[in-house]
């Protein structure tokens, strides 16, 4: 399987993107939009990560049950794919969710439904997927 996340707006706070889900016969499986932070130069905790080809792996952790770990990325280390709502939730990380809204009137989008997101993401890809990072 493959995902590609397309970021396609830069905010001072944050990165908002879609990433699309395909199959092995290369078919368009999901999509959903994502919440990244914005680009300050791979900083650890403030920026997000290069665009890139990355393995997506299933992980559980106490902290955020099921999710995702995305390898490699070092010098940073634990970058995942998680649920949660606003930039604030994240240190590199990314988030998932079916849509757009400022939940907590702060003048930024937040992703919405998180958690129903990863979990059709775990659902459709239990084994993990590539990932492609990319700008749109």
Not at 61 to 86: D, M
Request: positive net charge; glycine residues 6%; proline residues 4%.
């Amino acid at each position: 399987m493959k995902a590609v996340i397309t970021r396609k707006k830069f905010e001072k706070v944050q990165t908002l993107g879609e990433l699309e889900l395909y199959n092995n016969q290369n078919q368009l499986i999901y999509k959903c939009k994502t919440l990244e932070l914005p680009w300050k130069n791979n900083q650890l905790r403030v920026s997000c990560i290069p665009e890139g080809i990355y393995q997506v792996n299933p992980r559980t952790s106490a902290k955020f049950k099921k999710h995702f770990h995305v390898v490699p990325t070092e010098p940073r280390s634990y970058i995942l794919i998680h649920a949660g709502n606003y930039y604030t939730d994240i240190q590199g990380c990314i988030l998932v969710g079916t849509a757009y809204s400022d939940i907590n009137k702060d003048g930024y989008l937040d992703v919405v439904n998180s958690k129903v997101a990863l979990n059709r993401l775990l659902g459709l890809a239990p084994k993990g997927f590539e990932l492609i990072i990319k700008k749109g």
